[in-house]
């Protein structure tokens, strides 16, 4: 077992550089808070080459180091929790992460979880589950515009490569020579408005009849490409950047996520969820703007969902945190992001004894505000429903450190890089007061910066199926 370590180093305020630096090192990870560009982030953390990987594919798990392999059937939270155990970091570096596990747990584990059932085909070929164990990171706090290398002292090679890791984050390339990335080919839709007009009424028929009150439905969108997602990341982040971004670089795919939304954070026991319902679109007037806002604020729709969903989360929260503790500390609050408004709800609470971030995530997951209320019968609709598995949209994208901190999202305004395949998704949540026009709209408008992000990467402009409506 090595040491701690703990060294700072030059602040820059775009890490990008900084990920460049190391995204040659197997498995590369970046957690992105957009910081300065939005002012909820605060820290980035940057890592790469983990000495353990998990990855769950159905029923089994693969665990891989440098020099060993083995394939496990238990379930995966449990199999993460005793990977983790196994590392326990020193108490003394106060930085939200010195080592841990990074990276996706998608929608479809939810399978290990609850029983569905199993019509629908997966969109993309990738893992429910991808995680790499990482023994050392790069921590930038843009608030204190400051960095940290840090290693939790839980593999020997970190000692070794310490030096070599100091040199390239102290020198981060002024260019990367990476391939132009490229649509080749329309962006195709899974459902046009008379599809989604025809599933939209079946799920109203469901809330009439009292088998829900709200199912969070969604529609992908797909497209060829060429060239380097990591070009195509760099754009969206300038574009839509975001408190809880992410761009993780596996060997089977790309994940690229610009997503707003806190799923789930652990510190000191201490737990919060932040849920968001309710969305509408900004404008370059601020007149506009402001109006748009303050009509999302009064909305008594948009209130009601959003409350529903609180709902659902303090119920999963009490599963595993003290009596007692759980608490709303706001509630239909406005925050304002690159291109929409959202109204966003804060429940917080304290971890019981016993628990910990990992029984946590395991009682949450997936999160509430992708699913729908009641939860399993909105799931069930669900997967009756859309037109493919989820994956990684809705699961979630972040860190659980050796120490007990998480912090999480849920992974929306997020897109799948495989081969020459991109494809994203987008949904909202349904209602008894629901329109199908206004629902399908809100789609475009959640989606429109990854639109543009898309378009600007194309040899034509607006390259795009005919069946998807302008934004």
Request: with cysteine.
């Amino acid at each position: 077992m090595s040491v701690p370590r703990k060294q700072r180093l030059a602040y820059h305020e775009d890490s990008a550089l900084l990920f460049e630096s190391i995204r040659d090192l197997p498995w590369p990870v970046f957690l992105d808070s957009a910081r300065p560009m939005v002012e909820q982030g605060r820290y980035d953390i940057i890592s790469a080459a983990p000495f353990q990987t998990l990855i769950t594919r159905g029923q089994t798990t693969e665990i891989r180091t440098a020099s060993t392999r083995r394939l496990s059937t238990e379930d995966p939270f449990e199999l993460l929790r005793g990977e983790l155990a196994v590392s326990l970091l020193s108490p003394g570096l106060d930085l939200p992460f010195a080592g841990g596990a990074i990276g996706y747990f998608s929608y479809d584990l939810a399978r290990r979880i609850e029983q569905l059932p199993a019509a629908l085909k997966p969109l993309e070929d990738m893992p429910e589950m991808a995680i790499g164990l990482y023994d050392w990171a790069l921590v930038v706090d843009h608030i204190e515009r400051c960095s940290w290398l840090v290693s939790a002292g839980s593999d020997p090679a970190t000692a070794a490569r310490w030096a070599s890791l100091l040199e390239r984050l102290s020198r981060p390339p002024e260019h990367s020579v990476t391939q132009t990335f490229r649509l080749q080919s329309p962006i195709h839709s899974s459902l046009n408005r008379t599809d989604y007009q025809q599933r939209f009424n079946r799920i109203q028929r469901y809330i009439r009849e009292g088998d829900c009150y709200q199912v969070n439905f969604a529609e992908y969108f797909q497209a060829d490409v060429e060239g380097d997602a990591w070009e195509a990341y760099k754009r969206l982040r300038r574009i839509n950047p975001a408190p809880f971004s992410a761009y993780l670089e596996f060997p089977f795919g790309r994940v690229l996520s610009s997503s707003p939304e806190r799923f789930l954070k652990v510190n000191q026991r201490h737990v919060q969820t932040c849920p968001i319902k309710g969305t509408a679109p900004r404008h370059v007037l601020p007149e506009q703007d402001q109006a748009a806002a303050s009509q999302l604020n009064e909305s008594v729709k948009d209130r009601a969902e959003n409350l529903m969903i609180v709902d659902l989360l303090r119920n999963d929260l009490g599963k595993v945190c003290e009596i007692g503790s759980v608490e709303v500390t706001s509630l239909f609050e406005v925050q304002s992001f690159a291109r929409v408004h959202h109204l966003v709800s804060v429940v917080e609470a304290v971890l019981a004894g016993g628990q910990d971030a990992m029984s946590l995530l395991r009682a949450c997951f997936p999160g509430g505000s992708i699913t729908g209320a009641p939860k399993l019968r909105a799931m069930q609709i669900i997967e009756e429903l859309e037109t493919a598995r989820r994956g990684i949209y809705c699961g979630s994208i972040g860190y659980i450190g050796f120490a007990g901190a998480m912090d999480s999202n849920i992974a929306i305004r997020t897109l799948v890089n495989q081969s020459n395949r991109i494809s994203f998704w987008a949904g909202g949540g349904i209602v008894a007061d629901s329109s199908a026009a206004a629902e399908y709209q809100e789609i475009l408008d959640k989606s429109a910066a990854i639109f543009e992000m898309l378009d600007s990467c194309s040899r034509k402009r607006s390259l795009r199926d005919p069946g998807v409506p302008g934004y």
